[in-house]
Every structure is written in C-alpha cells, then in structure tokens.
C-alpha cells in the first residue's frame, strides 16, 4: 500500500498548487474534479453537487464532473446517497452501493461511493461525490483526502 499513499501525497501537494493557483472557487472546484479523477485510479467519477439558492425544499444541483454523463443533475435531499450526506451534514461512504436502498444509479459500473459536504459557516453548501467502479474503495486515508478537498472548497466560498 505504500505506493498508493505515496499518490496520495502527490496528489495533496497538487490539492495545495491547484489552491493556490485557482482564482475562484468555481475554478478549484473544477481543478479538483479533473485532478482527482486523473491521478486517483479508483475514482471514476468525481463531481459536486451545490444547493440550488433560494430553492425550496432545497435541491442539490450538478456542478463541475468529470466521468460519465449523469441523470442525476438535480437530487432533493430526501433521495440518493447524495441527499443523506447534505441533510446530515456528515461524510457517507457506502463499500457495496448495490445493497444501499438509498443508493440513485448513475452507472452500472460504479461499486462503491463516497460523500463528503462542503459547509459554509457550519451550513451545508454542497458536497463532493466520488464514485468507483471498485467495492469498498473508499478507505480512511480516501476519506481523509476527500474531505480534505471539500475544506478547500469550504474555505474559498467563505471568502467569496
Ligand atoms: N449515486 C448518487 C447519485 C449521483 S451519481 O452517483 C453521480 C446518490 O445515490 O445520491
């Protein structure tokens, strides 16, 4: 496995660069999606969903992806993986999405899922959304990473 952590510490010291380098945190949030899916090779589809403002119930809306063509581009928050993870505000990872009655198909391929919201000022904003075409994919240093990723997201949208 030290291989695979070595990757993941590439790709934080890139997770910095791109932050630094990202004007917006629309464009961060783009540079992640194309970063993560590029050098994580069990992340196969990775995308945000962002809460639609204004919108009520409140809607989760596709924003930046990389990976197959979806039709999940708006999700309420009482569906999906997607909704468990924004009306909780907390990390979802499903090892086996085919057991998970929550579970909303996006591909036949895809195994396994993680969630992580983004908050702005201790609110959900949104989140990010990794599928694999691999169970169980999402270990503790995966989640560590995502969320990692989502607290640079969190961070640009408070100061914008
Ligand atoms: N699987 C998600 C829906 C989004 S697609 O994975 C891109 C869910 O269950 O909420």
Wanted: hydrophobic residues 40%; aromatic residues 6%.
């Amino acid at each position: 496995m030290a291989t695979v952590n070595m990757q993941k510490e590439v790709v934080r010291k890139e997770l910095e660069r791109l932050d630094s380098e990202s004007r917006t945190a629309d464009e961060l949030m783009k540079g992640i999606t194309l970063l993560l899916n590029q050098q994580m090779l069990n992340y196969n589809w990775v995308g945000f969903y962002m809460l639609e403002a204004g919108t009520e119930p409140p809607v989760l809306v596709l924003g930046h992806y990389q990976g197959a063509m979806t039709p999940h581009v708006r999700i309420p928050l009482n569906e999906g993986i997607c909704g468990a993870a924004a009306s909780t505000g907390e990390t979802v990872v499903v090892d086996d999405v085919n057991s998970d009655p929550r579970y909303l198909s996006c591909s036949l391929e895809t195994k396994s899922e993680i969630v992580v919201p983004v908050f702005v000022r201790g609110q959900v904003a949104g989140e990010l959304d990794i599928d694999s075409h691999f169970p169980a994919a999402f270990g503790a240093d995966d989640r560590a990473l995502v969320e990692y990723c989502a607290q640079l997201v969190s961070k640009r949208l408070e100061n914008e």
